[in-house]
């Protein structure tokens, strides 16, 4: 698996991210900033998605919080299902201080990002902290297992599979 950074993002991002949020009952206050942050990539199979990440701390939560929010697109613009919502996986993920801090943001909004992009893990190792443990692992464990359920090529394969024609299944 693997991806190609484009140069542009398709028509109708700002929408689309709307529309994904609210989907998935987030504020869309931060939509201008997800937008301002992203970047359009083609996948290996040839799909062209947009993705992005955002620090949006939430104050119930004593983590820092990121909101990471990946698109798909069909013939040039979002690719909306049959009901109208986009092709998207949209998730949170919190971080304690002192990781965030020896890890920088910059590592964290990768490593999210290809979560959502569902790349294979580890894309972003670093150094383990347990002596007995092995010498690198990934920036986020717990969430590289769920990368299949949480990465847009999950989203792709069931809209081409819902957009199919039904088979006798009797």
Not at 38 to 48: D, F, M, Q
Request: proline fraction near 8%; charge should be negative; aromatic fraction near 6%.
């Amino acid at each position: 698996m693997s991806y190609t950074k484009n140069s542009a993002p398709f028509a109708g991002i700002a929408e689309a991210v709307t529309t994904a949020l609210q989907q998935n009952n987030v504020d869309a206050k931060i939509a201008d900033a997800l937008v301002a942050a992203g970047t359009c990539v083609t996948l290996e199979t040839g799909a062209v998605v947009w993705v992005s990440c955002v620090v949006d701390d939430k104050p119930e939560t004593p983590q820092i919080d990121f909101l990471t929010v990946v698109i798909a697109a069909q013939g040039g613009s979002s690719w909306l299902r049959a009901n109208g919502q986009p092709v998207s996986r949209v998730f949170w993920h919190g971080i304690w201080p002192e990781a965030l801090a020896s890890m920088g943001i910059d590592t964290v909004r990768r490593a999210l990002m290809m979560v959502a992009l569902g790349e294979p893990q580890p894309q972003i190792p670093i150094p383990s902290p347990d002596p007995a443990g092995p010498t690198e692992q990934d920036v986020f464990p717990g969430v590289s297992d769920a990368a299949g359920s949480r990465g847009i090529r999950t989203a792709i394969s069931a809209a081409n599979d819902i957009a199919g024609p039904l088979s006798d299944v009797l």
